[in-house]
């Protein structure tokens, strides 16, 4: 039997749409392991209880439940060794570590006010007030003021990018000449958006749009299956 992932889904159950379960599948694709996917919303929290915490992703495989896509990514390479890398070595396992902080902690927060009414559009109606409660208490204000200034807010996400655009124009992939995992964490993101939402992040020119092409193809191209719009 394979893996089974539990994997945030929105009022479609084919819109996959979270950036952490992005890189979970990427992840296990780049292992060439079996998988399959279980949609979950937020407010599914019995069925991921087994991991003593409330979030996806969440991978089953038999025995084993792993929680946090850094986690399972740790998971797989530890114990999936005959498989290909997602780290290349212990070094570069250090590396992505940064890499998949810096995703989480300086590119998502960027991303985030962009995004949060078109979410919001595409979620189950189970799980919208949920998310409206959760998300304007973060943020301190209702979601439509949040993403009232994206036209502005989207300069601050080009400028955070900034040295993932001085990387690509020397090379073809964060990992180098082939994706690997830091390539994922960072992919993960921008798949969030594609997903959910219309709004242009990049000019067209932008070198990362580029790279963002080159990593629809990666993985056989998982990415390209599950709705969302153009980038």
């Known amino acids: 039997m394979g893996m089974i992932l539990y994997d945030l889904a929105g009022a479609e159950p084919a819109r996959r749409f979270s950036p952490y379960c992005w890189r979970s599948k990427l992840a296990l694709a780049h292992k060439n392991l079996d998988f399959e996917t279980v949609a979950w919303r937020f407010t599914d929290k019995d069925l991921i209880a087994s991991s003593g915490q409330g979030k996806v992703p969440v991978l089953q495989d038999t025995d084993h439940v792993i929680s946090d896509s850094w986690d399972i990514a740790c998971y797989l390479e530890t114990a999936y060794p005959d498989r290909p890398s997602l780290f290349g070595a212990d070094a570069g396992k250090a590396l992505t570590n940064f890499v998949n902080s810096w995703a989480d902690k300086a590119m998502a927060p960027a991303m985030a006010p962009l995004l949060l009414v078109d979410i919001l559009d595409h979620l189950d109606e189970k799980d919208k007030p949920y998310f409206r409660q959760t998300r304007e208490k973060a943020f301190g204000a209702p979601l439509e ?70 990593m629809l193809d990666a993985c056989g191209g998982l990415a390209k299956q599950s709705p969302g719009y153009d980038f």
């Open 145 to 214: 003021e949040v993403v009232a200034s994206r036209d502005a807010r989207v300069n601050d996400l080009k400028r955070v990018l900034e040295p993932l655009r001085s990387l690509l124009r020397k090379q073809d992939f964060i990992a180098g000449p082939s994706p690997l995992y830091a390539d994922y964490a960072v992919f993960g993101n921008f798949l969030w958006a594609k997903c959910i939402s219309s709004f242009k992040l990049l000019d067209k020119d932008d070198i990362i749009g580029q790279w963002r092409e080159r």
